[in-house]
């Protein structure tokens, strides 16, 4: 159960990718461009693959399409131009609007040219989309990586039944990530999705894995952290890491915190403590 590589293999096979990446939701704008701190953020995201590229060997970098209308990949673009492109790996999303087929390879166009990267390394679905069937949806998904415009592909937000239809449409590829809600606070992933993910060997990809900073404050974490020597932060964020085929992202700007939460690496819980952790939070 318990992985100790800080990196781990994207899919059955794949690549490693690091463990933890660099959300950035709100960076640039939540639904409209927001130029205000444009320098801020891309400082933060500079930061963050300086560090995580000193740690790791590689950053990764998880943005979207909708995430500022498109302005937060320009500020994703902006950030990595003095980094080798192989130390970078770039995940962004196509928004549950635009997944006919048409709409699909015009944004995979569009956010590529935002970032200005000849291949985006995943393409996720954020959210699924009823009134659009899946069938057309993946089999665009699947033409992406044939003509080389992405990589991998995945999916954000889907379920079992959702997962296992997507796939069933795939003929050359399969999705390799599905990027979900999870943490100590949220653990409806474990009930059937996670355990599906690992015997399939596509990975699950954590989002929130801090509650927007409520576990940086919880009482119990704290107590744990000050027996071990870490923080609830690094407690909170080494427990999902610490579990086969799954990896998260956390959105930080300030640098102190961003080695706060890359100290969560290089290191696993041990077996008792994570399982009291995880009774805990039941």
């Given at each position: 159960?318990?992985d100790?590589?800080?990196?781990?293999?994207?899919?059955?096979?794949?690549?490693?990718?690091?463990?933890?990446?660099?959300?950035?939701?709100k960076?640039?704008?939540?639904f409209?461009?927001d130029?205000s701190?444009d320098e801020?953020w891309i400082?933060?995201?500079?930061s963050?693959?300086?560090?995580?590229?000193?740690?790791?060997g590689?950053?990764l970098?998880d943005?979207?399409e909708?995430?500022?209308?498109?302005?937060?990949?320009?500020?994703?673009?902006?950030?990595?131009?003095?980094?080798?492109r192989d130390?970078?790996?770039?995940?962004t999303?196509?928004?549950a609007?635009?997944?006919r087929k048409?709409?699909i390879?015009?944004?995979?166009?569009k956010?590529?040219?935002?970032l200005?990267?000849d291949?985006?390394?995943?393409?996720?679905?954020?959210?699924?989309n009823?009134?659009?069937?899946?069938?057309e949806?993946m089999?665009?998904?699947?033409?992406?990586?044939?003509e080389?415009?992405?990589?991998?592909?995945?999916?954000?937000n889907f379920?079992?039944?959702l997962?296992?239809?997507a796939?069933?449409?795939?003929?050359?590829?399969?999705?390799?990530l599905n990027q979900?809600k999870y943490s100590?606070?949220?653990r409806?992933?474990e009930?059937?999705?996670?355990p599906?993910?690992?015997?399939e060997?596509?990975?699950?990809?954590?989002?929130?894995?801090l509650e927007l900073?409520?576990l940086?404050?919880?009482?119990?974490?704290?107590?744990?952290g000050?027996?071990l020597g870490k923080?609830?932060v690094?407690?909170?964020?080494?427990?999902l890491?610490?579990?086969?085929k799954?990896v998260t992202i956390?959105?930080?700007?300030?640098?102190k915190?961003?080695?706060?939460?890359?100290?969560?690496?290089?290191?696993?819980l041990?077996?008792?403590i994570?399982e009291?952790?995880s009774?805990?939070?039941?």
């Amino acid at each position: 159960m318990i992985d100790k590589a800080d990196t781990k293999p994207l899919g059955k096979d794949g690549e490693k990718i690091p463990v933890i990446g660099l959300g950035t939701w709100k960076m640039g704008g939540s639904f409209h461009p927001d130029h205000s701190k444009d320098e801020q953020w891309i400082n933060a995201i500079q930061s963050f693959c300086n560090l995580s590229i000193k740690k790791l060997g590689q950053a990764l970098i998880d943005t979207a399409e909708m995430y500022g209308a498109g302005h937060t990949e320009e500020l994703v673009r902006d950030a990595i131009k003095s980094f080798e492109r192989d130390a970078l790996f770039i995940i962004t999303k196509v928004s549950a609007s635009h997944l006919r087929k048409d709409q699909i390879f015009t944004s995979a166009r569009k956010s590529r040219e935002r970032l200005q990267v000849d291949q985006i390394d995943l393409y996720l679905i954020h959210w699924p989309n009823q009134a659009v069937p899946l069938k057309e949806t993946m089999k665009a998904m699947e033409k992406l990586v044939k003509e080389g415009i992405v990589r991998h592909i995945g999916v954000s937000n889907f379920g079992i039944g959702l997962l296992e239809e997507a796939r069933s449409y795939l003929n050359s590829v399969d999705i390799v990530l599905n990027q979900v809600k999870y943490s100590l606070m949220d653990r409806a992933p474990e009930r059937a999705l996670l355990p599906y993910c690992q015997r399939e060997g596509i990975t699950l990809m954590a989002y929130t894995p801090l509650e927007l900073g409520r576990l940086c404050k919880n009482r119990y974490l704290n107590e744990v952290g000050k027996k071990l020597g870490k923080s609830p932060v690094q407690i909170a964020l080494n427990w999902l890491i610490c579990k086969e085929k799954v990896v998260t992202i956390v959105k930080s700007e300030k640098k102190k915190h961003q080695e706060e939460n890359l100290r969560a690496l290089g290191w696993r819980l041990d077996q008792k403590i994570y399982e009291e952790i995880s009774h805990h939070f039941k």
